[in-house]
């Protein structure tokens, strides 16, 4: 079992930067790919970002390459998403998810999930 819990969330003005963490407790976080998605009212959860067990390996959806960077350190067994030039669109819960499926990108392949953290973007 790995538990996972997110904070960092809150209410930003367009342009603005937050950083998500998620701290996870349990079993080997490192044997783990971490991944952020997001899920704005009435749309379906989307992938935003996986970093591999390793951090060797990075994959974005298209809507936030150069603005948010994945990362994590594995002796805090903490992940994180570093968010800015943050737009209105940007607006969702953010979830942080744990797989044993090498940069999976689908939900589906995510054994574990935190409670997400919201963010708010105002234009």
């Known amino acids: 079992q790995v538990r996972l819990v997110e904070s960092g969330g809150g209410l930003v003005q367009a342009g603005g930067s937050l950083r998500l963490s998620c701290a996870a407790s349990?079993?080997?976080?490192?044997?783990?790919?971490m991944g952020w998605f997001r899920q704005a009212p009435g749309k379906e959860r989307e992938f935003v970002a996986v970093?591999?067990?390793?951090?060797?390996?990075?994959r974005y959806v298209d809507s936030v390459k150069g603005r948010f960077t994945i990362s994590r350190d594995n002796a805090k067994n903490t992940v994180y998403l570093q968010m800015s030039s943050l737009k209105p669109e940007d607006t969702a819960v953010y979830y942080c998810?744990?797989?044993?499926?090498?940069?999976?990108?689908?939900?589906?392949?995510?054994?574990?999930w935190g409670q997400g953290t919201q963010v708010t973007v105002s234009s």
């Open positions: 349990g079993r080997i976080f490192s044997s783990y790919a």
């Open positions: 970093i591999s067990w390793t951090g060797g390996r990075i």
């Open positions: 998810a744990a797989t044993l499926h090498y940069t999976a990108t689908y939900s589906a392949q995510y054994d574990y």
